[in-house]
């Protein structure tokens, strides 16, 4: 039954594609997309353990299962994709004919991240991943936003060549050992130069695709030009699927400690590098991006050091609390996504919504991002102990920011479902910190006291909001990207191969 799980999201967005063509109803579309939405997650509360489709052997079969790892994913995905539909049903104009190709494409989404994270094998990884990615591209293409159209083909250009290499890489694994099964193919692969290159190849290529540091560039334009419902499932969970992929190579194929150490040290440029950026931003929705990069580097932080359990459990905090602060700044900043000029001031559950979701993102007790945390504290050496608690410092400092301009300002009337949508995402945070044990940490006071005259310390010396960068035209931009990411995977090859 597992394989439903992707079946109901690409059923009911083909009986949507029917409805508009026989011009039904818009209470029966809008009915389908939440039937598709929903229903997978009955079949996760049914569901556990592992199956091969069609009653195969392994080694000619399609294995999908769900285990500790990757539920941590699905429940991410399930949970913020439900409370993105219920917002996109009052977000989207139903008088618009565009608005049932776009939920068709949400739908796509879903099936797609579905399909990818209950994968065992990774050609079938990476069908499902495509699938998310190619609806992602068109979502972005979809705004209304001025410069949609190029962030969208400057996004499908960098993932498609990450891509091609992805296929490649994996290509080079089949030679080697034989096998797609992740399982089989830990039990036969050994030590290789071809497959070190297989690995330094799709590591790089999933890094691409996360949107982490220096391969990042597509990011911030896709993610902040994106209609609201899909910035914020961009940024919760579309990034994680690529995330999910680096568990499962770095479970099946030998990893050397020099790639350990390069990624490690990824991770933390990736986290630091983010925060920095996210207090040159004055666009609310681009500093959410920016944090976004920094977030995927505590994920990646979990997978460098093999600690699975806290990059999966880091990777569902981050879901909950990206998911919601987009929804929620989607919601205030209608008129204006600029800080300081919109605001929650006059709404005391948007209010409630996004400091809960701002401290849960900081890794704040007892949030779920504090339990996430201390999961990946536990995998480091002593000798980097110092990363959790300078990070969850920057990372207040940038959020205090972004409170600071909010409560200012009052908020344009809200949707129910909307602020319904934001509320649920922070009671959630809390309420999974609370579960999973996140007790109150002393030390959290002194982050957030300190967090707020380091904020007003860098606004006096005026550092804050002074967007950095060369703007070029997309078609140089693009090959400037490419360059890069063409540059780290030799760099990488090289590494592992001295």
């Known amino acids: 039954m597992i394989p439903l799980m992707v079946a109901f999201p690409l059923l009911f967005g083909f009986i949507i594609v029917i409805l508009d063509t026989l011009r039904a109803k818009k209470v029966l579309i809008k009915v389908s997309f939440v039937l598709g939405a929903v229903l997978p997650a009955g079949i996760f509360l049914l569901e556990n353990g592992r199956e091969i489709v069609g009653g195969w052997s392994r080694v000619a079969g399609i294995e999908v299962g769900i285990g500790e790892i990757n539920a941590q994913f699905i429940v991410g995905e399930l949970v913020l994709f ?7 049903i009052s977000y989207f104009d139903f008088r618009d004919k565009k608005t049932p190709k776009a939920l068709v494409l ?6 797609g991240l579905l399909g990818a994270f209950i994968a065992r094998d990774f050609f079938n990884f990476y069908i499902y991943m495509e699938i998310a990615s190619v609806s992602a591209f068109a979502l972005v293409a979809f705004s209304d936003d001025p410069g949609s159209k190029k962030a969208a083909f400057k996004y499908l250009i960098l ?45 790089a290529s999933l ?29 919760g969970i579309v990034v994680k699927a690529p995330a999910y992929g680096m568990i499962l190579l770095f479970s099946a194929v030998p990893v050397g400690e020099s790639l350990k150490t390069a990624a490690l040290m990824v991770a933390v440029a990736s986290i630091f590098f983010g925060i920095v950026m996210m207090l040159l931003q004055r666009d609310a929705k681009r500093f959410l991006a920016y944090s976004t990069v920094s977030q995927m580097g505590y994920v990646l932080l979990g997978i460098a050091t093999f600690n699975f359990t806290g990059a999966a459990y880091y990777a569902l905090a981050h879901s909950l609390t990206k998911g919601g602060l987009f929804l929620s700044v989607g919601s205030l900043g209608t008129k204006s996504r600029k800080l300081g000029e919109f605001g929650y001031k006059n709404a005391p559950l948007m209010v409630f919504s996004v400091l809960i979701l701002s401290l849960a993102i900081g890794g704040i007790s007892p949030l779920i991002g504090s339990y996430a945390k201390g999961l990946l504290l536990s995998s480091l050496s002593e000798g980097w102990h110092w990363l959790i608690p300078l990070g969850t410092l920057g990372t207040m400092i940038a959020f205090t920011r972004l409170n600071y301009h909010m409560l200012g300002r009052e908020s344009p009337e809200i949707k129910p479902f909307w602020k319904f949508s934001s509320l649920i995402l922070a009671l959630l945070s809390l309420g999974g910190g609370i579960y999973f044990g996140a007790g109150l940490k002393l030390a959290d006071v002194i982050y ?39 540059t780290f995977i030799l760099a990488v090859l090289l590494l592992q191969w001295s």
Do not use: C
């Open 82 to 88: 439900t409370l993105v539909a219920l917002y996109s």
């Open 106 to 111: 949400f739908l796509l989404m879903h099936s």
């Open 159 to 203: 993932s498609l060549l990450a891509s091609y290499l992805f296929i490649f890489a994996i290509g080079l694994i089949y030679m080697e050992t034989g096998y797609l099964n992740v399982e089989l193919v830990a039990q036969n692969a050994l030590p290789s130069r071809e497959l070190s290159t297989a690995l330094g190849i799709a590591f």
């Open 207 to 235: 890094l691409l695709k996360a949107g982490i540091f220096p391969l990042h560039g597509w990011l911030p334009d896709a993610h902040s030009a994106a209609p609201t419902p899909a910035s914020a499932l961009l940024s």
């Open 448 to 486: 957030i006291s300190a967090a707020v005259p380091g904020f007003f310390a860098l606004r006096a010396l005026g550092v804050l909001g002074k967007e950095t960068g060369m703007k070029m035209e997309t078609e140089k931009e693009i090959n400037v990207l490419a360059a890069v990411f063409v």
